[in-house]
T-cell receptor
């Protein structure tokens, strides 16, 4: 089946530190990959996405590159801010082939806390 | 900016009672999803609609959960009877079609006592 595995948290950083949250996936078909963010008390928001191998998604200073050879989609940011404190979810959706077409499958989430 | 609406935002109920959640997707979005998010875990798909038809309910506990989207617009998710293990955040999402960007509502937080 399809699955997403994220690095376990929580992750605690100081402001302006470099952030990496690891994400690897298993898929029976051809997935698009996503990072969603959930701020305290809010719903999930799409942070960035990549639809094919070697694509780089970016938004708000965050980046992630679709690596088919390592089945990974690691999230990075060069300098985090206190306002980045949230839960980050890696996810995939099959766009062709395999079962569960159109079904968004999430990782377990990584809690990020940024201190001033 | 159009948003997915959900109500209520919070619900507290006692076990064995019935509860219902409502979702109004973004206008024009044909695909609607209900997800359950247990604290500390990622969301898990309960049911996916394409217009008014169910296309995936493989993870829906059908003995107690039901979902409908009668006119292919808004949707209701019902639990009867509620159990302690049903305490979670219930998220609704919509998209123009399968495998396109999902937009999530704020969720309904259910607490079963």
């Amino acid at each position: 089946g399809n699955s997403v595995t994220q690095m376990e948290g929580p992750v605690t950083l100081s402001e302006e530190a470099f952030l990496t949250i690891n994400c690897t996936y298993t898929a029976t078909g051809y997935p698009s990959l996503f990072w969603y963010v959930q701020y305290p008390g809010e719903g999930l928001q799409l942070l960035l996405k990549a639809t094919k191998a070697d694509d780089k998604g970016s938004n708000k200073g965050f980046e992630a590159t679709y690596r088919k050879e390592t089945t990974s989609f690691h999230l990075e940011k060069g300098s985090v801010q206190v306002s980045d404190s949230a839960v980050y979810f890696c996810a995939l959706i099959l766009i062709a082939g395999g079962t569960s077409y159109g079904k968004l499958t999430f990782g377990q989430g990584t809690i990020l806390t940024v201190h001033p | 900016e159009a948003e997915v609406a959900q109500s209520p935002r919070y619900k507290i109920t006692e076990k064995s009672q019935a509860v219902a959640f409502w979702c109004d997707p973004i206008s024009g979005h044909a695909t609607l999803y209900w997800y359950r998010q247990i604290l500390g875990q990622g969301p898990e798909l309960l049911v996916q609609f394409q217009d008014e038809s169910v296309v995936d309910d493989s993870q829906l506990p059908k003995d107690r959960f039901s979902a409908e989207r009668l006119k292919g617009v808004d949707s209701t998710l019902k639990i009867q009877p509620a159990e302690l293990g049903d305490s979670a955040m219930y998220l609704c999402a919509s998209s123009l079609g399968p495998a396109t960007n999902l937009f999530f509502g704020p969720g309904t937080r259910l607490t079963v006592l």
